[in-house]
């Protein structure tokens, strides 16, 4: 047998009979303190509350090619003298092969604790006593049976540790990919990353194996009494965003009609009754302190896995990258009750008005000035632990690296660079019937309408890109569609690669017109000046009404981008047209406008905001 064909993991409750086996058998025991026969029922009892309760303690076991357990090595926490102490063994038909030697280094490794680790060893049990020395055990005493051994991990070999969860696809862009991993990394941090996803994909692993990052799925399911609290959550915080998910929530209840864009009618006396509740609830600060008392101390979470990556990597700091997403919230909680800092983020700029939170970290991280005084006022965060930083995707727009040639770009989705491009994105479900824009600016495209020849750049949305919305435009001439991959493993079927981020980046850059509903891309267009124009017309129906305005700029985190009067908004196709024709002419409208949009919402685009996270993780680590 090589020592390399053997692999060393946790101890999982399956190992309780096979660690039973190899700890009873006769050689075993002649080296072991307590040499006497161990019944299994005792054993098994002993087992599951040494290594699966809440104390603090270890066991990693060895396995062959063939997962038959042939060692285990304890490190059990002595409450009394404040150490650990160690113990190993193996199976006697594979000792002498070098195999006790790399399962106790990688357990010492594996374990990383920073307190005193004490071994006892028989003075007849020359085998076990040359392997701790050649471990790095020092003798500190002995008696006439046995030695006493110490090891002492120094602070300069134990690396601080930050656990990142990532509960959506688009965040791995934003934090992983904008520059927050590469700056924690040479800040000396180990990085342990948390995808919630059933298995990791290989492109991922690749993509992110570095000897500093550690990579994990992970799930967390809330109790079905859980889920039903968790309902309440939406009337805590009356907001015109949060009316709005109501209706839209009403209509979610019938998939076909929604995606289709189709929502309920205004009087529908459940969604009114809702709202109704709502302003009264959201007015009663007890209720909203009840609320999370009970979802802190009554829906604590506890989960065994994340438990168990607690007592592993012994983490600094965790940074939850979506306030509220379940795994992000789990993994805070753990940490709270071990008192290690958490600092968390919106996931989206429009959080923290679209429902009450049920968990608060120590540290907040927010988008703008803006987002910081409504997360104390709406949030009950405390203004002191909420910091500015901007929005870290957009520090790609500050990498004039990875900016090419327009022609160059442009030839590359075979379009003209010589003609005006018009960037359409869409809004997916939310605004189910914005392709038919899309189709009206391509027939004017196509009857020469527009004061200057041009070309349409469709971006589906991930939330229905598989329904191919633009298919009608599809192979049309004039017309390119951003084909971007699906990835299945995130609830939001999207994951842009670091080459997907730079092709959009650049697409972005050079067109000449942003045409979207009420979503991010205004935000990114601005970053560049471009002229942005929102359609409020023909995208969402409500009882054979147009309700594209309400409900498509009617949301709180909306209204902070229009009342800057940074974009164009069409309420019907004469309107849009005479914008797209002005913007034509003179791109140069509103531009200081965009500016003023941009210092309100992104704080700065300077290319630092991942910088501003990572200094202010490092000096949360450092206590400033």
């Known amino acids: 047998?090589?020592?390399?064909?053997?692999?060393?993991?946790?101890?999982?409750?399956?190992?309780?009979?096979?660690?039973?086996?190899?700890?009873?058998?006769?050689?075993?025991?002649?080296?072991?303190?307590?040499?006497?026969?161990?019944?299994?029922?005792?054993?098994?009892?002993?087992?599951e509350k040494k290594y699966f309760s809440e104390q603090d303690?270890?066991?990693?076991?060895?396995?062959?090619?063939?997962?038959?357990?042939?060692?285990?090595?304890?490190?059990?926490?002595?409450?009394?003298?404040?150490?650990?102490?160690?113990?190993?063994?193996?199976?006697?038909?594979?000792?002498?092969?070098?195999m006790g030697s790399r399962l106790l280094r990688e357990a010492l490794a594996k374990s990383?604790?920073?307190?005193?680790?004490?071994?006892?060893?028989?003075?007849?049990?020359?085998?076990?006593?040359?392997?701790?020395?050649?471990?790095?055990?020092?003798?500190?005493?002995?008696?006439?049976?046995?030695?006493?051994?110490?090891?002492?991990?120094?602070?300069?070999?134990?690396?601080?540790?930050?656990?990142?969860?990532?509960?959506?696809?688009?965040?791995?862009?934003?934090?992983?990919?904008?520059?927050t991993l590469e700056l924690l990394k040479k800040s000396g941090w180990r990085v342990v990353i948390f995808f919630e996803v059933n298995e990791i994909s290989a492109r991922l692993r690749e993509e992110f194996a570095d000897e500093c990052?550690?990579?994990?799925?992970?799930?967390?399911?809330?109790?079905?009494?859980?889920?039903?609290?968790?309902?309440?959550?939406?009337?805590?915080?009356?907001?015109?965003?949060?009316?709005?998910?109501?209706?839209?929530?009403?209509?979610?209840k019938d998939r076909q009609k929604f995606r289709k864009g189709f929502l309920p009618k205004k009087s529908s006396f459940v969604a009114q009754a809702q709202k109704l509740y709502m302003e009264m609830l959201s007015r009663i600060p007890f209720i909203k302190f009840i609320y999370r008392f009970i979802e802190e101390n009554i829906f604590t979470e506890k989960n065994y896995n994340i438990q168990q990556y607690f007592k592993k990597y012994k983490p600094d700091i965790i940074f939850g990258t979506s306030v509220v997403s379940s795994l992000d919230i789990a993994f805070m909680k753990e940490a709270k009750r071990r008192h290690i800092n958490t600092i968390a983020m919106p996931k989206t700029w429009d959080n923290i008005m679209n429902g009450y939170f049920r968990f608060i970290p120590d540290y907040f991280l927010v988008h703008n000035t803006l987002a910081k005084d409504?997360?104390?006022?709406?949030?009950?965060?405390?203004?002191?632990?909420?910091?500015?930083?901007?929005?870290p995707q957009f520090d790609w727009y500050c990498k004039q690296e990875i900016i090419k040639d327009r022609t160059k770009h442009w030839n590359s989705k075979g379009l003209d660079p010589n003609k005006k491009i018009i960037f359409f994105g869409s809004?997916?479900?939310?605004?189910?019937?914005?392709?038919?824009?899309?189709?009206?600016?391509?027939?004017?495209?196509?009857?020469?309408?527009?004061?200057?020849?041009?070309?349409?750049?469709?971006?589906?949305?991930?939330?229905?890109?598989?329904?191919?919305?633009f298919k009608e435009l599809r192979g049309k001439k004039e017309v390119a569609i951003d084909d971007?991959?699906?990835?299945?493993?995130?609830?939001?079927?999207?994951?842009?690669?670091?080459?997907?981020?730079?092709?959009?980046?650049?697409?972005?850059?050079?067109?000449?017109?942003?045409?979207?509903?009420?979503?991010?891309?205004?935000l990114d267009a601005s970053c560049v000046d471009r002229p942005v124009v929102n359609p409020a017309f023909g995208c969402s129906f409500q009882g054979g009404e147009d309700v594209t305005f309400p409900y498509q700029y009617g949301a709180d985190h909306y209204q902070w981008v229009l009342s800057e009067n940074a974009t164009a908004l069409s309420f019907n196709s004469d309107q849009l047209k005479t914008h797209i024709n002005e913007y034509l002419l003179h791109p140069e409208k509103q531009r200081t406008e965009r500016a003023n949009l941009i210092k309100k919402l992104c704080y700065k685009v300077d290319g630092k905001s991942s910088q501003r996270i990572v200094d202010k993780i490092n000096s949360i680590q450092k206590g400033i």
């Open 213 to 252: 990052v550690i990579m994990h799925s992970e799930r967390t399911n809330a109790s079905r009494m859980h889920r039903l609290f968790l309902r309440f959550r939406k009337y805590l915080l009356a907001t015109s965003t949060t009316k709005i998910l109501i209706d839209f929530r009403q209509g979610n």
């Open 112 to 179: 990383n604790l920073s307190k005193e680790i004490f071994a006892e060893i028989k003075k007849d049990n020359i085998p076990s006593v040359t392997l701790f020395k050649k471990c790095g055990f020092i003798k500190k005493d002995e008696d006439n049976k046995n030695y006493y051994f110490v090891f002492k991990n120094t602070t300069e070999h134990i690396q601080k540790t930050i656990f990142i969860t990532i509960a959506r696809s688009f965040i791995i862009r934003n934090i992983l990919r904008s520059g």
């Open 484 to 522: 971007y991959k699906i990835a299945n493993a995130f609830s939001d079927n999207w994951d842009p690669t670091v080459k997907d981020t730079i092709d959009f980046t650049n697409s972005v850059a050079h067109c000449d017109i942003m045409i979207n509903i009420g979503s991010t891309l205004s």
């Open 427 to 469: 809004a997916g479900i939310w605004a189910a019937h914005d392709h038919v824009i899309a189709e009206l600016i391509y027939k004017w495209i196509e009857k020469g309408e527009l004061v200057t020849p041009c070309q349409l750049f469709l971006r589906q949305h991930f939330s229905n890109v598989q329904d191919d919305v």
């Open 1 to 47: 047998m090589e020592k390399n064909n053997t692999t060393i993991r946790p101890v999982e409750k399956k190992d309780s009979k096979r660690i039973w086996e190899i700890r009873n058998h006769p050689i075993s025991r002649k080296h072991s303190l307590n040499s006497e026969i161990i019944t299994f029922e005792s054993h098994d009892l002993w087992f």
């Open 374 to 391: 409504l997360s104390y006022k709406n949030q009950h965060i405390e203004k002191d632990k909420i910091f500015v930083i901007g929005m």
């Open 57 to 98: 303690n270890y066991c990693f076991v060895m396995l062959n090619d063939k997962d038959l357990v042939i060692g285990y090595c304890r490190l059990d926490f002595d409450d009394g003298k404040d150490n650990y102490i160690i113990s190993i063994a193996l199976d006697p038909e594979f000792r002498g092969k070098g």
